[in-house]
């Protein structure tokens, strides 16, 4: 456990479970009375990634990869579909088509669905790792969306941020996808990435114009969603020393593919650039933050992730009721020797190794996967 009275100075490591078929899972679950955004049975397959993405928080702090048996999961499956009422069930990780029991999973799985009308459904698909064998098995146990994650619009971007796809993987997955059957495909996009321009931005509208036309010429009536986050510089990653892009730039990346979705009939949804602010500043805030977020309790701040109820106003008088500046967590690039708040705890990846990404991210050179090698720590 971590008492900052008794760490002064020093730090403490996570603690990692390596057996997770050992380890606690959920029996049973609260079923809520109304419609909720994951409205279904969700079993975890595995735990952390190695693929590099250097943006991803979790794809660091949850290392080494660790897996979870397909009977079990099969096993938590069945429970948590009895006792729930669901006609679902979501295999959920970093990267579930990484999970190498997903086709054993299938297997056992695959009858019980079939014979009670159920569904079974993966996150965020890789666009590299979607195989032809996994979607024609999908396919068999119920046919809904499926969502890919690009999350930047040019290669050239891509690159600097270690999601090593290709635009032909990109195209040859559209055309697999819609051949298949599907049309409805969501796609996730950041904006506010390091060394983004604005031809990148304006990428992110050509790739769902790229999926939605090719929907369209095997037959199809595609309904392509994008959805786009304001990027927002997390700890314990090889972005850590960068500068979060403003709201203002935010908003006005956003008002251009507001303005492009609308003309091209692409449904799009981004994040309050406010919002995206605020997250900012308590993602890499230190312990003032404690106070400021206190004061805008108590003037009432609630339920602040839905935008209806956030008012950044509020928050801004708390910063200046608790002499905090707030732009100080967020609008500067950090020095490579500055001592950050979140080291009180060592996640098991070193400082170096994040500072070396950040350098090859910078230079636009990937780094392979390595969930056999030693960085796999």
């Known amino acids: 456990f971590y008492v900052p009275a008794f760490h002064e100075g020093g730090s403490v490591r996570r603690r990692v479970l390596m057996d997770l078929d050992g380890g606690f899972a959920p029996s049973g679950m609260i079923v809520p009375s109304s419609e909720i955004i ?12 190695t693929r590099g993405c250097r943006f991803c928080q979790a794809g660091v702090v949850s290392r080494p990869v660790r897996e979870r048996s397909p009977e079990r999961v099969a096993g938590i499956a069945r429970d948590l579909l009895v006792m729930s009422g669901y006609d679902e069930v979501g295999l959920v990780s970093l990267a579930s088509c990484d999970y190498s029991g997903i086709e054993r999973v299938v297997d056992l799985l695959g009858p ?4 009670k009308n159920f569904r079974l459904s993966l996150p965020s698909l890789r666009m590299d790792a979607f195989s032809v064998e996994l979607a024609d098995r999908l396919e068999e146990l119920g046919r809904g969306g499926l ?5 930047a ?3 050239r971007l891509r690159d600097v941020i270690n999601k090593g796809i290709s635009q032909k993987e990109m195209e040859d997955t559209f055309r697999e996808v819609f051949s298949r059957g599907w049309e409805r495909v969501k796609l996730y ?5 390091p060394t983004e321009t604005m031809d990148d931005i304006e990428a992110i509208m050509e790739i769902s114009l790229l999926a939605r036309d090719i929907g369209r010429r095997l037959g199809k009536r595609p309904k392509i969603g994008v959805s786009v986050a304001g990027f927002v510089p997390k700890p314990h990653t090889p972005f850590q020393w960068e500068a979060q892009a403003t709201v203002e730039d935010l908003a006005m990346k956003g008002g251009t593919l507001k303005r492009m979705a609308k003309k091209a009939g692409i449904g799009l949804n981004y994040h309050e650039p406010a919002q995206t602010f605020l997250e900012g500043v308590l993602a890499r805030g230190d312990r003032r933050i404690a106070a400021v977020i206190e004061r805008a309790w108590r003037d009432g ?3 602040d992730g839905w935008t209806e109820c956030f008012d950044m106003g509020r928050w801004m008088n708390a910063f200046d009721s608790e002499g905090v500046d707030p732009k100080e967590y967020t609008c500067r690039t950090r020095g490579a020797e500055e001592a950050f708040p979140w080291e009180v705890v060592d996640v098991g990846v070193s400082r170096s190794f994040l500072w070396s990404e950040r350098e090859r991210a910078l230079s ?7 969930r056999g090698g030693s960085c796999n720590l």
């Open 147 to 151: 969502t890919f994650a690009p999350e």
């Open 364 to 370: 636009g050179d990937l780094t392979p996967d390595c």
């Open 112 to 115: 019980d669905l079939s014979a």
């Open 301 to 303: 701040a609630r339920f």
């Open 189 to 193: 996009f950041m904006m506010g990435l």
């Open 153 to 155: 619009g040019t290669q």
């Open 38 to 49: 994951h409205d279904r049975v969700g079993v975890e397959v595995f735990r952390g990634c």
